[in-house]
């Protein structure tokens, strides 16, 4: 070993971590070499140097440490309980807006949420310009024929009736127009007849008159 | 370690006074690395027990592989370069005052000696500082430290080369020579 390896390996040799063959020859070059000897002893002095600095002398308190984690402890059951809380509440309102699937709107003035399907616009006629023409039935002439034979059956019908009823009234008239000069001729017979008593039981005086 | 083992599994149980053991075993170790770490600057107490404050959270989830110290001491390292990221963002105050463990008994020349090598840890870039505090103070080996930090050995060897080369260079520069150094 030359110097420049020897002084790599001094630190270690001084704190006794070099291998047995390492540490050899470390040794035997300190005996020849006054220089790494001296590198040798200014580290020694380093190393004992170090030792002056003390450390301060320090109580840990258990129970204070217990303590403080069992407070930390409940700090955090109390927080996983409001995130489990709110959790839910927010697994809960997702699924009901999936469940109701609201709408909303925004406009002319007004706020609209509607959780159900907006109704159908209401459909307009339109006017259909599709002219069907009508079909062709060879039965139907036949029977608008029997229907105005049925229909000329009935007028006849009740012109025969109108006549009967006619007739009937004419000959009621007839019949009370016969009565009716019957009974005046009768009137006149018994106002005649009534003259008559009248005059034969109360005679008249000319010359009380 | 089977004691380790022993109390780990009672924890993962709930037996809080086997998390009590834990704590009371391995709060010096603990405090020492993150005050070592970040400097006589960081407030080591409330830090240390933040460690354990995670450590009892995750303990659940610890598989023990006899590996309890590489696991604690992962959450401390975390828990400094986060606490290292915020300090750097805060404006730098020099330490007014001497490390707690430095009392009156020390010389003047000792306690000088501590600030000097607080400083120049603190001065460290990170990747280096955390290499020689696991190697130095807490006497974690190379391979150990690998699986901590998830790099290789190699590599760390190396860091920790460099990072004690820029100590002595540094007390150096701040007048602790080899004479004062080797008191």
């Known amino acids: 070993m030359n110097c420049e390896e020897v002084r790599t390996f001094l630190p270690l040799a001084i704190y006794g971590d070099l291998d047995g063959a390492q540490a050899s020859e470390v040794a035997a ?75 909303v709107r925004v406009g002319d003035g007004a706020l609209v949420v509607r959780w159900t399907d907006a109704p159908a616009p209401a459909s307009v006629p339109q006017p259909s310009l599709h002219l069907v023409p009508p079909a062709s039935d060879p039965g ?10 049925l ?59 | 370690m089977a004691e380790d083992a022993d109390l780990i599994r009672r924890w993962q149980e709930g037996d809080v006074d086997a998390f009590g053991a834990v704590v009371r075993r391995w709060q010096r170790p603990v405090s020492r690395f993150l005050a070592r770490l970040l400097g006589p600057e960081a407030s080591v107490a409330d830090l240390t027990q933040e460690v354990f404050l995670r450590a009892h959270r995750a303990i659940g989830r610890y598989c023990d592989r006899g590996c309890f110290s590489t696991w604690l001491y992962r959450i401390a390292l975390n828990l400094a370069r986060d606490a290292g990221r915020q300090a750097r963002r805060a404006p730098v105050q020099l330490p007014e005052e001497v490390p707690a463990r430095v009392s009156g008994n020390d010389s003047w020349e000792r306690r000088e000696l501590a600030d000097a090598v607080a400083l120049a840890l603190a001065d460290l870039p990170v990747p280096l500082r955390e290499v020689l505090v696991l190697r130095h103070y807490e006497g974690v080996n190379f391979e150990q430290m690998a699986r901590l930090l998830a790099i ?13 080369r820029q100590m002595r260079d540094r007390l ?10 080797a008191t």
């Open chain 2, 172 to 181: 150096k520069a701040m007048g602790f020579g080899d004479e004062e150094a």
């Open chain 1, 29 to 103: 070059h300190l005996k020849a070499c006054p220089g790494c000897r001296a590198e040798e002893s200014s580290l020694r002095q380093a190393r004992s140097a170090l030792d002056a600095v003390a450390a301060p002398q320090v109580a840990v308190n258990p129970v204070a440490i217990i303590e403080a984690e069992s407070a930390r402890q409940v700090r955090l059951a109390r927080r996983w309980r409001r995130i489990a809380v709110a959790a839910t509440t927010l697994a809960a309102g997702f699924l009901l807006v999936l469940a109701i699937r609201p709408q």
């Open chain 2, 152 to 164: 290789p050995a190699s590599t760390l060897k190396s860091r920790f080369a460099v990072a004690l």
């Open chain 1, 151 to 209: 229909l000329r059956a009935l007028v006849d019908d009740a012109d025969g009736r109108d006549r009967d009823r006619q007739a009937e009234i004419a000959a009621l008239r007839a019949r009370l127009d016969a009565i009716t000069l019957s009974s005046e001729a009768r009137w006149q017979d018994i106002q005649k007849d009534m003259g008559v008593l009248y005059r034969q039981q109360f005679p008249r005086k000319e010359g009380l008159e």
């Open chain 1, 140 to 149: 139907q002439a036949e029977r608008l024929a029997v229907l105005a034979k």
